[in-house]
């Protein structure tokens, strides 16, 4: 079988993860949330995130954790600012127009939204007369790290939370990659500093060592009335929640989540040296996530070899590609790829 | 810790289920529905139900199961016929409604349908000359075994589906606790017939032995078109789609899925022999929840012993309470309950 | 051409409404709602009302006016209470679902709610511990009068309202034809009482004399944030919104929407009389739709004469029927219906 | 009063249509689109388009209209594709999104899209392996003319219908505007050319000399099933239809429909002459709508003449300004226009 580099999600459970899961699964618990393991998580991620009074709900997935928490903060008018490429706009099937919420695009920066053109945004919207013939914004969306392994600084997002504040707009940051942003040799703040940066955010667990989950923070304990309700309504509340909760609260223990993105993120450095290597170039990218330019000869060259995925077209001969690393990643995989690259066209 | 039969959803996963996701969890595998456990549970299940051309999916719960299949085989304008006492009517926070569809409600008799009223009221519905300012009626939805623990017959399911086919109504059979209801010894059909007379059911894991997991059925391999989009949309395809497909694998290998059913409605006879020695009366239901009458001062004392569920109030001095049975109900639960109604209170 | 009771939307607009769009239509406005018309037309409602600082939006029809209203007064997770019969549940096509919330139904006494049943159903829903995953009530909806012509007493809305204000819901009038309600002799309030016992309420127009146009009231100047561009995301923003303004305007000018009501009023009164001369029962209705008990042998001979509507079956052999008076209604036609109840058989 | 040049909405109905409205006022009908002045419309529009079996609906206003039409004839799940200044991404609050289907945008070329461009996007999306994880699309919206003022030539509309049919797209094209664009003097079509080549569109009438109203038209009689349903669910079905069938059936009568758009636009033209001997600039338009490149100062001292809307900033000191004549333009409203620019500022 070929070496993969296609996901963060090709791969089971973390085996601390797992072994969690074992270990737990002859107990008898509550359901919907009320289970044990559920609320140790919650107590872990508090502390984590120096919130004491965070709400924190497990939902399964990203898509579903999107909608949900857009859908659960917004009025049913309102829309949500995103970048061009944010995964809302492109990769979700429209799960937010789903729930009647439009997604509000601004220009994509190498999958960041630059706050000064949030606020001309804004400016313009208010000065525009004919404003509410238009889709009032309630809500912008960011994605930490973004969809093109990129990372915002401490000043970025502060300049986005300004506006924010100064519009009335409510501040999401999609973390279905959180760890490996925050533990991006590049990044200059911590997951206190963040939560304390925003109205809502997401822990992803099903990138990072789960099987499935995320984890939804609130951290000023700001949840909307009933979003419990919300959740369920979104067919997003899990019977067995201890599902959840018992593989939070392994991640949360010990600083697993971190060592995990830690240990993808020092692989992912690894193989963008064995690229460079080999003469051929990257985008930059600090994450797990690493974005390959190859020219198509190279691409069908190196796909009958490794897994991984082409991300998008750059030109007539060049091919995107997309090589991400995560706990399952190997010393032997890395080994694998120099190896494939040894003898590829140039 | 008390002893627990509040749900058949307060456990962990069967132990064969936990093997399975033990044993595979260091594959590196495809990932939303194309890996390989995906595809050989996809068969197994094929196989179960003599339908080789049926559609599978797997999704991660029933409220997102019911509302994601109620959606993507529904025109927009249409909405779904359902009992009073059906779970998409009460107890899924209006998922159904959330993507703009109806649920037309019948009365409920123990938590069936009654085929004649059905149609009588699709006879009344296109008779009524103002019907194009009404719901139009697009499906027919029941659950199997019902939420009251009750079955349907043969006979009954026909005459649904065959005033289903007359109205051109398509035919959902929400199988939540499906095997519950297929191993009950009052059942005079198997998989396959369900699977022949239906247009769409699912096959509970989260409640028969999974952690998670329903599989959505298309006998006929009629899908609608995109239906993988449909579900993505809805927050609900898994990214390590393993996760469902390793558990519906070890549950449809060696005929375990029906194994659990078995045990479980073995020691719910058990339980119904328990509570009519101790002169409490039940209600009739030949599967794994058990609906118990007691006295107000009986609940009170009960759940000083034991947890369960009061469902719901039968007048101002009964109760009417719920005791389920699973995978994991042991003998020894058994005679925790039996202790504790020892000196019940009459 | 027969003689016609079937509805009070079967004729043009009142002489006086009509004259009014004659008289303005080569003055040039101002559009979107903020032509002089509709602004002296909210005024004279204002006055009307004594609610010197309602808000007043005019929609153009009764189900986009319940559609929108609803949806822009309820949180996307709620629901909206109502009898049965409601028009929002049985005769607007599921407007409201399509903007994802549920009808919560509670049983019809002649068309009317009861507000013990009511209450009643709110202690229970809260009395219920699933009830997180159930729809929360956002909102009460009745018509007044109601689809079977009946009207609440003062008491009987106070009831309500006491019980909305307890439970924190949204109360809501539909008045599609409430200056029939407001003219009958056994009403004992007036358009301001009404005005102060509601959230909000509308007066219908399309069916007491104008063309189209229902006038939303707010009665505390408490119109939903964004409420305008709530109207127009419904599709329900008038861009020539003179046409509702100056049809309003006239309407509250001198009286004309009571004069109108009574003057129905009075017809259907003397329709009543003609019904109960020729033996033949009906239901109690002080309103202008008057529903008729005719044997199915009696409809058939009627039908070959006079327009009307079937109701509904009461039985194998008997029809209920509405016969429907407005402004348009003369003695002409009463003659007509008297002359042809002559010979109608027993 | 100035005179006024802010829109085509803000008059009253041409004298013709309002004579009709008078002169059947006090005549009896059916209601909800059965009344006869509907059906002599319908009959009317189907030999003007020359397409005897066109289904054909009357709705109150644009943004009903394309609301209703996208959600009727899209599959839950799909979504529209349209230029980025499309009314339906811009001016409607999102009523798109409101039934939860997303607007796909392509760049807009003078508020016209480029067929080549959309067939690229849809090679573009079907060669992409996650387009199941994107919103499929399924309808093609332009306008005509745009919102820009400009009109598609016949062969650009075949362009874009010949990638519909190969995408199996539908192709809907909204007229609010429909006879200022075919009578347009550089239109290389009529209005029968038109119906053959789309599956919806409409003929607007709000803004063409009516109070109110835009016929739907299903050229090939292929209105998707139950749309009467669907319109009633959108709250845009009139009860008293003959308000839009009167009005429509007039409009259509001795070519009223379309003498309203020379008119208008022969003092669209006369309005450019006298900005261009003005030294002031336009932007193309051969409609009834003119934009006009004012400096600030230019535009300041203008507005306190003449009443007209100002469009969008085309940098920090000139504003881009629309002028629009309709059936009330007169020579009268010329002169104002000419005599205001005698000292404008330069």
Same mark, same amino acid.
């Given at each position: 079988m070929k070496t993969s580099? =296609? &996901? !963060? +999600?090709n791969n089971g459970a973390h085996p601390l993860v797992l072994q969690h899961l074992v270990e737990t699964n002859n107990t008898q618990s509550q359901s919907y949330g009320f289970d044990e393991w559920s609320e140790a998580a919650r107590q872990k991620i508090r502390t984590a995130c120096q919130c004491p009074d965070a709400d924190i709900f497990f939902l399964v997935g990203g898509t579903q954790a999107n909608a949900t928490v857009i859908d659960g903060m917004l009025q049913t008018y309102q829309g949500v600012i995103a970048v061009q490429t944010a995964h809302i706009n492109?990769?979700? &099937?429209g799960a937010v127009e789903a729930s009647g919420h439009k997604v509000i695009t601004l220009p994509s920066h190498g999958g960041k939204m630059d706050g000064k053109e949030l606020e001309a945004y804004l400016k313009g919207f208010y000065a525009? /007369?004919? +404003?509410?013939h238009m889709v009032i914004p309630g809500m912008v969306y960011i994605t930490f /790290?973004?969809?093109?392994g990129s990372i915002y600084s401490a000043k970025e997002i502060e300049e986005i939370l300004h506006v924010c504040r100064r519009y009335e707009l409510k501040f999401f940051i999609d973390g279905a990659r959180l760890g490996y942003g925050l533990a991006? &040799? =590049?990044? !200059?703040?911590?997951l206190a500093w963040l939560a304390g940066h925003c109205d809502v955010f997401y822990i992803g667990g099903t990138k990072v060592g789960a099987l499935c989950g995320e984890a939804v923070v609130f951290p000023a304990g700001n949840? /909307?009335?009933h979003f419990m309700n919300i959740v369920k309504r979104h067919g997003?509340?899990?019977?067995? &929640?201890r599902l959840a909760g018992v593989q939070f609260d392994a991640l949360f223990t010990d600083d697993l989540y971190f060592h995990i993105a830690r240990h993808a993120i020092e692989k992912a450095t690894a193989l963008r040296d064995i690229f460079l290597r080999a003469g051929i170039p990257l985008r930059d990218s600090p994450t797990n996530q690493q974005f390959v330019e190859l020219t198509n000869t190279q691409k069908d060259y190196l796909m009958d070899r490794i897994l991984f995925e082409?991300? =998008? /077209?750059?030109?007539?001969d060049h091919m995107l590609c997309r090589f991400v690393t995560s706990w399952a990643t190997t010393d032997e995989h890395l080994s694998a790829l120099s190896k494939a690259l040894k003898d590829i066209p140039s």
């Open positions: 580099f =296609e &996901s !963060d +999600y492109v990769h979700e &099937s525009d /007369p004919t +404003y509410e /790290p973004t969809e093109l991006s &040799s =590049e990044c !200059d703040f911590d949840a /909307p009335q997003a509340l899990l019977a067995k &929640s082409t991300w =998008e /077209p750059i030109d007539a």
